[in-house]
């Protein structure tokens, strides 16, 4: 197979030299003071990228655009089908509101370093407020709107915001998502409350608004100065983004300002081979770090017009949703994850919908997020005529660790891999012991330290479950908790996560959480979540419950009982709709619960019997009780 000698030259570099290869990157970003070491390495394994450096990660993705030459130029485009309302925003225009709600924020007693939770659905504001942030220096936490209270609850917990920034109410297809309820039960459940709501209401409902807490948006902004660009550290934090651990504690992904805006930067051209000026648009939601990375802070720092899309694949109003907003708009690159390509094809197998819209400006499709399947890939190739580019990253990556890079070469794309390590990134492939595993042969993906600039420096408040989580099973290496292996000519395979995380339609769930909630049931005396392969999502979770003694309840009245305690718990976003009562769990003789048996019997898969199992008929038993709720699942 050929290999791009463009890529490999740019690839070298960047490992052979990272000092100087992000120090020319860095260039592309506006310093106000420049850096005194490129990479601080003194606190290894811990490092810190443009230490002693002071920029505004605000000030590059607007003020610096506007000075240059692009107040006129659209910035950002909101287009809501479920609104039913679209807007645009110049770069001067999204200026001006990103400054008034500083100060607003500023106002309420914000200060530089203070925490801001964000909870918004894909409304303008939920950028506005970020970037307002980043303005003055404070830290925003964005929480996903699909979940409960209770997550809510232990991310504001963690985070100890000054203020809230929320909404009256987010649009699924199906409903509206009362929001404030949701708020009002999380601020009740910690003990450190924020000191203001800030709350925009929508014109789809109104939320009750309790004083002297809660304000307005519109309130809030009444009549304040616009605040102004602070020069931060390099170093400081931009935002915490809590993401799924092995526990239902999440665990609080920090990103800092410099090496992310650099990173972020050089992405846009590097990887996803865009110009400034252009249109890119990325489906997914600002709650998650593809949000934050490629519908935020990518595209602005890189002088693009981006979209804010708040709708579906499917169903906002048909399967020819994407193809309307690329044509309507003119993107030119589009990102998503593959489950929304699912989703799509099912609807639409002929690709119908594509003829009806011609988007024909569109350049390319990234996909990541899950694994992508041969088959979705090569349908969205086949209907959009366009590279399709499956790339793999993390929220703590903040950026892609594995790609096609169409802005340095577009080197053949391997349908099951998403390519090949982008530059900065010393991926490899290790056996249980740390030794390097040869081509062709699965083990735990890693990264070399250090990592590039974007990838996050630490958890927050929390540089030891950082080390132990990431960085103690291989010394010298980030742990990306992936399995997968390299070939002969360096493309990597992402197999499977080697912990309890599973991915939902693209969102990153832990088993471990929902497992958390079922045991609090009071009838379930033990559990076990486990990740069956579905069609649409990729995942969904299942879960299997051993009642306690005396419990003589009809067992569907239990199951119904648990899915909504997950509901209520976790939130929709879980999708956990399945559950069987078990007599027993299958376990090893030492006590461990065979979850890797159990998934391959719900997918239908091929399984040997663990020669550790304390019972071996256990198998067949959680076989017959997963065939009755389902499982393996029928083809959609
Ligand atoms: N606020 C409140 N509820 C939300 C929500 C939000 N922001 N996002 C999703 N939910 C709810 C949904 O309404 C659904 O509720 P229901 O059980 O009452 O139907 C539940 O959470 C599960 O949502 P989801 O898994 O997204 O399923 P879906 O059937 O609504 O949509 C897809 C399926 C494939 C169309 C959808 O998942 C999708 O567009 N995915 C794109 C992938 C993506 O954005 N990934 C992010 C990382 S790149
Ligand atoms: P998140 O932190 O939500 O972005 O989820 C990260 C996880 O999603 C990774 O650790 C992988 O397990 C999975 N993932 C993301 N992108 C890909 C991809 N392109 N191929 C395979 N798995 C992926």
Same mark, same amino acid.
């Given at each position: 197979?050929?290999?791009?000698?463009?890529?490999?030259?740019?690839?070298?570099?960047?490992?052979?030299?990272?000092?100087?290869?992000?120090?020319? %990157?860095?260039?592309?970003?506006?310093?106000?003071?420049?850096?005194?070491?490129?990479?601080?390495?003194?606190?290894? &394994?811990?490092?810190?990228?443009? %230490?002693?450096?002071?920029?505004? *990660?605000?000030?590059?993705?607007?003020?610096? /655009?506007?000075?240059?030459?692009?107040?006129?130029?659209? +910035?950002?485009?909101?287009?809501?089908?479920?609104?039913?309302?679209?807007?645009?925003?110049?770069?001067?225009?999204?200026?001006?509101?990103?400054?008034?709600? %500083?100060?607003?924020?500023? +106002?309420?007693? #914000?200060?530089?370093?203070?925490?801001?939770?964000?909870?918004?659905?894909?409304?303008?504001?939920?950028? =506005?407020?970020?970037?307002?942030?980043?303005? @003055?220096?404070?830290?925003?936490?964005?929480?996903?709107?699909?979940?409960?209270?209770?997550?809510?609850?232990?991310?504001?917990?963690?985070?100890?915001?000054?203020?809230?920034?929320?909404?009256?109410?987010?649009?699924?297809?199906?409903? @509206?998502?009362?929001?404030?309820?949701?708020?009002?039960?999380?601020?009740?459940?910690?003990?450190?409350?924020?000191?203001?709501? @800030?709350?925009?209401?929508?014109?789809?409902?109104?939320?009750?608004?309790?004083?002297?807490?809660? =304000?307005?948006?519109?309130?809030?902004?009444?009549?304040?100065?616009?605040?102004?660009?602070?020069?931060?550290?390099?170093?400081?934090?931009?935002?915490?983004?809590? *993401?799924? !651990?092995?526990?239902?504690?999440?665990?609080?992904?920090?990103?800092?300002?410099?090496?992310?805006?650099?990173?972020?930067?050089?992405?846009?051209?590097?990887?996803?081979?865009?110009?400034?000026?252009?249109?890119?648009?990325?489906?997914?939601?600002?709650?998650?770090?593809?949000? /934050?990375?490629?519908?935020?802070?990518?595209?602005?720092?890189?002088?693009?017009?981006?979209?804010?899309?708040?709708?579906? &694949?499917?169903?906002?109003?048909?399967?020819?949703?994407?193809?309307?907003? =690329?044509?309507?708009?003119?993107?030119?690159?589009?990102?998503?994850?593959?489950?929304?390509?699912?989703?799509?094809?099912?609807?639409?197998?002929?690709?119908?919908?594509?003829?009806? /819209?011609?988007?024909?400006?569109?350049?390319?499709?990234?996909?990541?997020?899950?694994?992508?399947?041969?088959?979705?890939?090569?349908?969205?190739?086949?209907?959009?005529?366009?590279?399709?580019?499956?790339?793999?990253?993390?929220?703590?990556?903040?950026?892609?660790?594995?790609?096609?890079?169409?802005?340095?070469?577009? *080197?053949?794309?391997?349908?099951?891999?998403?390519?090949?390590?982008?530059?900065?990134?010393?991926?490899?492939?290790?056996?249980?012991? !740390?030794?390097?595993?040869?081509?062709?042969? *699965?083990?735990?993906? #890693?990264?070399?330290?250090?990592?590039?600039? $974007?990838?996050?420096?630490?958890?927050?408040?929390?540089?030891?479950?950082?080390?132990?989580?990431?960085?103690?099973?291989?010394?010298?290496?980030?742990?990306?908790?992936?399995?997968?292996?390299?070939?002969?000519?360096?493309?990597?395979?992402?197999?499977?996560?080697?912990?309890?995380?599973?991915?939902?339609?693209? /969102?990153?769930?832990?088993?471990?959480?929902?497992?958390?909630?079922?045991?609090?049931?009071?009838?379930?005396?033990?559990?076990?979540?486990?990740?069956?392969?579905?069609?649409?999502? $990729?995942?969904?979770?299942?879960?299997?419950?051993?009642?306690?003694?005396?419990?003589?309840?009809?067992?569907?009245? =239990?199951?119904?009982?648990?899915?909504?305690?997950?509901?209520?718990? @976790? !939130?929709?976003?879980?999708?956990?709709?399945?559950?069987?009562?078990?007599?027993?769990?299958?376990?090893?003789?030492?006590?461990?619960?065979?979850?890797?048996?159990?998934?391959?019997?719900?997918?239908?898969?091929?399984?040997?019997?663990?020669?550790?199992?304390?019972?071996? %008929?256990?198998?067949?038993?959680?076989?017959?009780?997963?065939?009755?709720?389902?499982?393996?699942?029928?083809?959609?």
């Amino acid at each position: 197979m050929a290999t791009g000698t463009e890529y490999d030259d740019v690839y070298r570099r960047s490992l052979h030299d990272p000092e100087g290869f992000w120090a020319a %990157a860095a260039t592309g970003i506006h310093w106000d003071r420049p850096w005194d070491d490129v990479l601080d390495r003194t606190s290894a &394994p811990f490092y810190r990228w443009f %230490a002693g450096g002071q920029m505004n *990660t605000c000030y590059n993705a607007l003020d610096r /655009h506007v000075d240059a030459g692009r107040a006129d130029q659209t +910035a950002l485009i909101y287009d809501s089908p479920v609104a039913g309302t679209s807007a645009a925003y110049t770069y001067r225009e999204l200026r001006d509101a990103v400054a008034t709600f %500083a100060g607003a924020l500023h +106002a309420q007693g #914000v200060r530089r370093g203070d925490r801001v939770v964000i909870y918004l659905p894909m409304v303008p504001e939920a950028a =506005i407020a970020m970037l307002a942030c980043a303005r @003055i220096g404070a830290v925003h936490s964005v929480v996903f709107g699909g979940f409960a209270a209770s997550e809510l609850a232990k991310r504001i917990a963690d985070a100890r915001p000054v203020v809230v920034v929320s909404a009256s109410c987010g649009i699924e297809p199906n409903r @509206i998502v009362e929001y404030k309820p949701l708020l009002d039960a999380a601020i009740e459940q910690v003990e450190v409350k924020p000191r203001r709501c @800030i709350i925009l209401q929508r014109p789809q409902l109104t939320a009750e608004l309790h004083q002297p807490r809660d =304000i307005s948006w519109l309130d809030a902004i009444a009549g304040v100065p616009p605040a102004d660009c602070v020069p931060v550290e390099a170093t400081d934090p931009l935002y915490i983004l809590y *993401t799924s !651990g092995t526990t239902g504690q999440p665990k609080g992904i920090v990103r800092d300002n410099g090496g992310h805006a650099v990173a972020l930067h050089w992405s846009m051209r590097h990887v996803y081979g865009v110009e400034p000026g252009e249109v890119f648009w990325t489906a997914s939601d600002v709650g998650w770090v593809v949000g /934050h990375s490629y519908i935020v802070y990518a595209p602005l720092l890189a002088g693009c017009t981006t979209v804010l899309y708040e709708g579906k &694949p499917v169903g906002t109003p048909d399967a020819g949703a994407f193809w309307r907003v =690329i044509a309507e708009h003119g993107v030119r690159v589009m990102f998503t994850a593959p489950t929304a390509f699912r989703a799509i094809r099912q609807q639409d197998p002929d690709g119908t919908h594509i003829t009806r /819209h011609n988007p024909s400006t569109l350049r390319a499709l990234f996909l990541a997020g899950e694994r992508c399947d041969p088959e979705t890939l090569r349908w969205a190739e086949e209907k959009l005529a366009v590279p399709v580019i499956d790339h793999w990253w993390q929220t703590e990556t903040g950026w892609a660790i594995v790609a096609t890079c169409l802005g340095i070469e577009h *080197t053949p794309v391997v349908p099951g891999s998403p390519g090949r390590p982008v530059p900065g990134w010393d991926v490899r492939v290790l056996d249980d012991r !740390g030794a390097d595993l040869p081509a062709g042969q *699965t083990g735990a993906l #890693v990264v070399r330290l250090p990592m590039p600039p $974007g990838a996050a420096p630490t958890l927050w408040n929390a540089d030891e479950r950082f080390r132990e989580t990431y960085l103690s099973a291989f010394p010298g290496y980030y742990q990306t908790a992936d399995a997968g292996y390299v070939d002969d000519d360096g493309y990597v395979f992402v197999m499977a996560r080697t912990d309890d995380i599973i991915n939902v339609a693209g /969102h990153r769930l832990s088993t471990g959480a929902i497992e958390e909630v079922l045991a609090q049931h009071p009838d379930v005396a033990e559990c076990a979540v486990i990740g069956a392969a579905d069609d649409l999502k $990729g995942q969904l979770p299942v879960g299997l419950m051993v009642l306690k003694a005396g419990v003589d309840r009809p067992d569907q009245e =239990i199951v119904a009982e648990a899915v909504q305690l997950v509901r209520d718990r @976790i !939130g929709a976003v879980a999708a956990f709709k399945t559950a069987a009562v078990v007599a027993r769990l299958p376990k090893t003789r030492s006590g461990k619960i065979l979850r890797a048996t159990m998934r391959k019997i719900a997918d239908g898969r091929e399984y040997t019997t663990p020669p550790t199992i304390d019972d071996p %008929a256990i198998l067949d038993e959680i076989s017959g009780s997963l065939r009755k709720a389902g499982y393996p699942a029928a083809p959609r």
